[in-house]
């Protein structure tokens, strides 16, 4: 069970990072509902998480729906369970369920679930279970050989209650993503080697709030763009190299820092934190809409356009397959020190059935105390086809 102090003491954290931005210039880009940006299969989050353009599988979904049609089984469904925070509770986790199905030979249909679990918080007489969750549904067809679109359409909604904080109450909102995929074989040498490229706007639409629309935070809407190349060693043995960058499309928020400057006072000054709170809504951040906060996040950071390049991350991964059986991962993943420091190395395996697909990650921090840091998660998946084939149906 997850002590009383636990999301407390994760709160005071979060409110205390604008006066440690004022010290270190950590600036993060804010978002609600991170849970959103956890990576939630285990291929890709041992590929650094890594996957707008791998080779098309079962999770496909979360990052990018357009390779559904290039997938080469008719229908799957996988489920995976990541850890979180394991080295501080015990109950904090999150579950994923997704899965497809080929429309004729040129779309699919596909939808998933996402379950963020904060565990179990004791305050006085009361037992709270903060939780959040996202469901989707996604349409992706082929407009050629080589290339594929797709959108979806997703709701969430955020339950962060607990009993001293009155006028909270849960939070929900709608969003779309827009997907594009490219799959062709080029030559490198004597080798005909697949290139993939892939690109997914996701989490574009409202924003979502705590108070009853007091005030408005943005959910993590995020530009994903990416390239792999599969290249054949021989018969049996394949290996692909992926890289994918990111950007928040969220304007960055106004610093403390640049509050105690515009209003005169001294810049190691860290007692005017309640003030600041006023003078951020003077500003009009929190007004601004979801749509206009996409155009201004490209170029709104206080450090100018060397802050923008700061708020670009991504990963690079590689995997081995042997006889599209076997598969052993790697991965790195890199965040600027300065926009959450997320810096990490992935490792992980894969088993594959005719009828199900096993696969595991694990995560080696280099940076900060990372949430996933040393601990293992699981993704098992079923090509429904198998299981028709098994059944003899």
């Not at 080929?102 to 939808?111: E, F, L, M, N, T």
């Not at 201004?296 to 060397?306: E, I, L």
């Not at 900060?368 to 429904?384: A, E, G, I, K, V």
Request: proline share 4%; hydrophobic share 35%.
């Amino acid at each position: 069970m997850m002590k009383n102090r636990i999301l407390p003491t994760l709160l005071a954290i979060m409110l205390a990072l604008p006066l440690w931005a004022q010290k270190e210039q950590f600036n993060p880009v804010n978002t609600g509902v991170t849970s959103l940006s956890i990576a939630p299969d285990a291929r890709a989050g041992a590929l650094g998480d890594v996957g707008v353009a791998t080779e098309a599988d079962v999770n496909s979904q979360y990052w990018n729906p357009a390779k559904y049609p290039f997938n080469i089984a008719r229908a799957g469904l996988s489920m995976s369970y990541t850890p979180w925070l394991r080295q501080l509770v015990s109950d904090i986790d999150l579950a994923y369920l997704t899965g497809f199905y080929r429309i004729g030979d040129y779309s699919a249909v596909s939808g998933s679930l996402t379950y963020f679990s904060l565990g179990e918080v004791i305050a006085e007489e009361y037992t709270i279970k903060p939780y959040e969750f996202a469901i989707d549904v996604a349409y992706s067809r082929m407009l050629s050989e080589t290339f594929s679109a797709a959108v979806a359409l997703r709701f969430i909604y955020s339950d962060l209650q607990y009993d001293y904080a009155e006028d909270m109450e849960p939070g929900s909102a709608f969003a779309a993503d827009l997907a594009l995929y490219y799959n062709n074989y080029i030559m490198l040498g004597n080798r005909e080697c697949m290139l993939g490229l892939g690109l997914n706007a996701s989490n574009i639409g409202s924003k979502i709030s705590y108070d009853g629309g007091n005030t408005n935070e943005f959910i993590p809407t995020n530009l994903r763009i990416g390239a792999s190349i599969l290249v054949p060693i021989d018969e049996y043995n394949t290996i692909s190299f992926s890289a994918d960058i990111n950007k928040l499309m969220v304007p960055t928020r106004p610093t403390y820092s640049q509050f105690l400057e515009e209003e005169g006072y001294e810049p190691d000054d860290n007692s005017k934190y309640s003030e600041y709170q006023g003078w951020l809504e003077s500003t009009g951040y929190n007004d601004i809409s979801s749509i206009s906060g996409i155009f201004k996040s490209f170029g709104d950071a206080p450090g100018g356009f060397s802050e923008e390049l700061k708020e670009i991350y991504g990963g690079v991964g590689v995997e081995y397959c042997y006889n599209q059986q076997f598969s052993l991962r790697g991965g790195y993943h890199y965040e600027n020190e300065y926009k959450g420091n997320r810096k990490y190395f992935t490792l992980g395996a894969g088993f594959k059935m005719s009828v199900f697909s096993l696969d595991a990650a694990y995560l080696i921090s280099t940076a900060q105390s990372n949430p996933l840091d040393q601990t293992l998660r699981f993704s098992l998946s079923f090509d429904m086809d198998g299981l028709r084939d098994l059944f003899g149906r």
